[in-house]
């Protein structure tokens, strides 16, 4: 069974600190491809970042940086100089490549991140 | 281009009722995705079409719900004899493959918020 954990519920800044979003999973696959998404409060799920699991090199897309270390089955997102805009609820999720899982995704929780001005 | 929609994007059913849930995926994504979130949490998979066959229905909770997609395009998500438990926010997601590589990312919809009295 594939899981994935994001233990911050709720996480509350002030503009323009840097924030960390904590994302663990667990699964027995060789082969998985993990996601975050931004899900703002018009409802819609935003794409932010596809990883394999083959590729452990950090990312950095602007003010967005993915930390992905497989010895620890942790895939965070550090947001720089936080704005209000980004103010959502951010979900981690697993997709395997096999097995009766195929193709679907398994979402953490959601950490809500409230960005004070 | 056009992105995933979904109509209507708010129902209010009276227990007991059925109800249809519509999803217009991208144009050309052969996968399609139905996920349920509940309030507060990350959204569960449901099922998936590959084109107009349904390759998995292991997430549906009940019998009472159906799911089509007749032509490989638009999808019906069906709810029979709704219950106050089917009160969700019912999201549609496209991708263009299933097999890996980049085409495989979920592009969501905006979702049904589905209200049962």
């Known amino acids: 069974a594939q899981k994935v954990t994001q233990a911050q519920t709720e996480i509350s800044v002030v503009e323009k600190e840097d924030v960390t979003l904590d994302c663990v999973y667990e699964t027995r696959d060789t082969t998985y491809y993990l996601f975050w998404y931004k899900q703002p409060p018009s409802g819609e799920l935003v794409f932010l970042i596809r990883r394999n699991s083959f590729d452990e090199q950090n990312e950095i897309s602007g003010r967005y940086s993915w930390n992905f270390q497989k010895s620890t089955s942790s895939f965070n997102f550090t947001i720089t100089a936080s704005q209000v805009v980004d103010s959502a609820v951010y979900f981690c999720?697993?997709?395997?490549?096999?097995?009766?899982?195929?193709?679907?995704?398994?979402f953490g929780q959601g950490t809500i991140l409230t960005v004070h001005p | 281009g056009a992105g995933v929609s979904q109509s209507p994007r708010y129902k209010v059913a009276k227990r007991g009722q059925d109800v249809a849930l519509r999803c217009d995926p991208i144009s050309g994504h052969v996968s399609l995705f139905w996920y349920q979130q509940a309030l507060g949490q990350g959204p569960e998979f449901l099922t998936y079409f590959q084109n107009e066959a349904q390759l998995d229905k292991s997430g549906l909770p009940s019998d009472r719900f159906f799911a089509e997609r007749p032509e490989g395009s638009v999808s019906t998500l069906k709810i029979q004899r709704t219950q106050q438990e089917d009160s969700a926010v019912y999201l549609c997601?496209?991708?263009?493959?299933?097999?890996?590589?980049?085409?495989?990312?979920?592009?969501f919809g905006p979702g049904t918020r589905l209200t049962v009295l």
């Open positions: 997601a496209s991708s263009l493959t299933l097999a890996g590589g980049q085409g495989d990312t979920q592009y």
């Open positions: 999720a697993l997709r395997s490549m096999r097995g009766t899982s195929y193709g679907k995704l398994t």
